[in-house]
């Protein structure tokens, strides 16, 4: 059973930037496409971006391209999101997750199995 464990999330100000990461532990493989899922209050769980397992395909929502970014090291399993130009509309929860498959990049939540618990972000206008 893996799991997956979230950091680097916090307060920061309208413009800042922070980097999540995402660390899978247990007995797990690397060999599974990943991705990054967030939360407003009162709205539900939407994709942001996606990597597969070499880290060579990366998909980013349209919301946050240009100022999010997805990557990991080929070959390790902990992938990073680094968040820059944030705006108070990216507050929520984020949330890592992996796929049942490795070869490509994906946007549907039904295709994620496995979940962290979850981080705060919060952008403060």
């Known amino acids: 059973q893996v799991q997956l464990v979230e950091s680097g999330g916090g307060l920061v100000q309208a413009g800042g930037s922070l980097t999540l990461s995402c660390e899978p532990s247990?007995?797990?493989?690397?060999?599974?496409?990943m991705g990054w899922f967030r939360q407003a209050p009162g709205k539900e769980r939407e994709f942001v971006a996606s990597i597969n397992w070499t880290g060579e395909m990366t998909q980013v929502a349209d919301p946050v391209k240009g100022r999010f970014s997805i990557s990991k090291a080929n070959g390790e399993s902990t992938v990073f999101m680094q968040m820059n130009g944030l705006k108070p509309e990216d507050t929520g929860v984020y949330y890592c997750?992996?796929?049942?498959?490795?070869?490509?990049?994906?946007?549907?939540?039904?295709?994620?199995?496995?979940w962290g618990q979850g981080i705060q972000v919060t952008v403060s206008s």
């Open positions: 997750a992996r796929s049942r498959y490795q070869g490509s990049t994906s946007d549907e939540m039904d295709e994620y199995d496995s």
């Open positions: 247990g007995r797990t493989s690397n060999r599974y496409a």
